[in-house]
């Protein structure tokens, strides 16, 4: 909602109902902001660390930490792609019995980490990457989201 715009005026009885629409709103630009904070930090960590190991030690350990990162980063990106459609249609089917969950969800799921086991192994196999250093860059999305849960807590960042 724009800061200048006025609140809007709810009928006394709707007012919790208003409430907590304006909370589920505020609480969604909160994960936005968030989930986009934490996939740039992961990809702006994994990037810097590869690049000075690629200097420091090989190019071939930089690529290394460089995949693993864009791999954290990938599976962070359909995680929360998938976590946020089954929040969709678990609230569009509330009070029904037994929600049904969209297949292709089941399938995201797993195909994150088919995804990251078949690109470590052909990284691996075929272009002589030390499996250490991709493994060592998927912790750039553990980076990633200690920076990003770090800088709400300092800088004062709120839902409300």
């Known amino acids: 909602?724009?800061?200048?715009?006025?609140?809007p005026q709810f009928p006394p009885e709707?007012?919790?109902?208003?409430?907590?629409?304006?909370?589920?709103q505020a609480d969604e630009r909160?994960?936005?902001?968030?989930?986009?904070?934490?996939?740039?930090?992961?990809?702006?960590?994994?990037?810097?660390?590869?690049?000075?190991?690629?200097?420091?030690?090989?190019?071939?350990?930089g690529a290394g930490i460089a995949i693993g990162a864009l791999l954290a980063w990938l599976n962070f990106r359909w995680l929360d792609q998938a976590l946020g459609s089954l929040v969709m249609a678990a609230s569009a089917q509330e009070g029904r019995?037994?929600?049904v969950v969209p297949l292709?969800?089941?399938g995201k799921f797993i195909a994150r980490y088919l995804l990251i086991g078949i690109t470590l192994y052909v990284t691996v196999?075929?272009?002589?990457?030390?499996?250490?250093?991709?493994l060592l860059g998927l912790f750039a999305l553990g980076a990633g989201a200690t920076a990003a849960a770090l800088y709400d807590v300092f800088s004062g960042s709120d839902r409300e």
Do not use: N
């Not at 709707?14 to 589920?24: E, G, I, K």
């Not at 196999?125 to 991709?134: D, K, L, Q, T």
């Open 30 to 61: 909160f994960h936005a902001g968030f989930s986009r904070r934490i996939q740039w930090l992961t990809l702006a960590f994994g990037f810097s660390a590869a690049l000075a190991v690629a200097i420091a030690r090989t190019p071939r350990w």
């Open 125 to 134: 196999s075929f272009f002589g990457v030390p499996i250490v250093a991709c």
């Open 97 to 99: 019995p037994k929600p």
């Open 104 to 106: 292709s969800l089941y």
């Open 1 to 7: 909602m724009d800061p200048q715009s006025p609140e």
């Open 14 to 24: 709707l007012a919790p109902l208003a409430r907590t629409a304006t909370h589920a």
